[in-house]
T-cell receptor
Framework: EDQVTQSPEALRLQEGESSSLNCSYTVSGLRGLFWYRQDPGKGPEFLFTLYSAGEEKEKERLKATLTKKESFLHITAPKPEDSATYLCAVSGNQFYFGTGTSLTVIP | DTEVTQTPKHLVMGMTNKKSLKCEQHMGHRAMYWYKQKAKKPPELMFVYSYEKLSINESVPSRFSPECPNSSLLNLHLHALQPEDSALYLC?????????????????FGQGTRLTVV
């Protein structure tokens, strides 16, 4: 059965304290892994698409990586404006969201 | 332009009302989606339209009725809703997974309609 699990559920960081969010997946025939950022009451904002193991994408303080079983979203020197829920989604036969990681960056 | 526009942004309706949510995109995406999201939960898929035809209905109650009048528009008609249907309703679009195409592209989401049923 296809599954997507994100950890941790919640993460509090001091400003400048780097960390990583995890997305583990079991999908028959992965056809794409996607990272989104979601602010409260807003729609998910697209960040990255990854297709194959070893692939990496970067945008400002964020870097996404992919292995055969999981993806990481690395946040380097986060700022308070990076506070949001980060959602991972995988596309196999259907489009599945993980449960998300709620990130709080404290000034 | 990666914009998906949803209207209205907020909607309060009684349990006997009929209302509609609207979604519009001009990216040429032929796959469009409705999701429902409750607080602190991930989006849950409701309906998928591919080339203006309903391709997936995730066992959604009949009080929700989707419609795709053309390749740019997606509607969700609401009737006789229950208070537990209160949620953020999200529309998304992307290029449809095409036969023989191995990789899927990202979906772009609208800002949602915050629905409250009283």
């Amino acid at each position: 059965e296809d599954q997507v699990t994100q950890s941790p559920e919640a993460l509090r960081l001091q400003e400048g304290e780097s960390s990583s969010l995890n997305c583990s997946y079991t999908v028959s025939g992965l056809r794409g892994l996607f990272w989104y950022r979601q602010d409260p009451g807003k729609g998910p904002e697209f960040l990255f698409t990854l297709y194959s193991a070893g692939e990496e994408k970067e945008k400002e303080r964020l870097k996404a990586t992919l292995t055969k079983k999981e993806s990481f979203l690395h946040i380097t020197a986060p700022k308070p404006e990076d506070s949001a829920t980060y959602l991972c989604a995988v596309s196999g036969n259907q489009f599945y969201f993980g449960t998300g990681t709620s990130l709080t960056v404290i000034p | 332009d990666t914009e998906v526009t949803q209207t209205p942004k907020h909607l309060v309706m009684g349990m006997t009302n009929k209302k509609s949510l609207k979604c519009e995109q001009h990216m040429g995406h032929r796959a469009m989606y409705w999701y429902k999201q409750k607080a602190k939960k991930p989006p849950e898929l409701m309906f998928v339209y591919s080339y203006e035809k309903l391709s997936i209905n995730e066992s959604v109650p009949s009080r929700f009725s989707p419609e795709c009048p053309n390749s740019s528009l997606l509607n969700l008609h609401l009737h006789a809703l229950q208070p537990e249907d209160s949620a953020l309703y999200l529309c998304a679009s992307r290029l449809p997974p095409e036969q023989g195409r191995h990789l899927n592209t990202e979906a772009f989401f609208g800002q949602g309609t915050r629905l409250t049923v009283v």
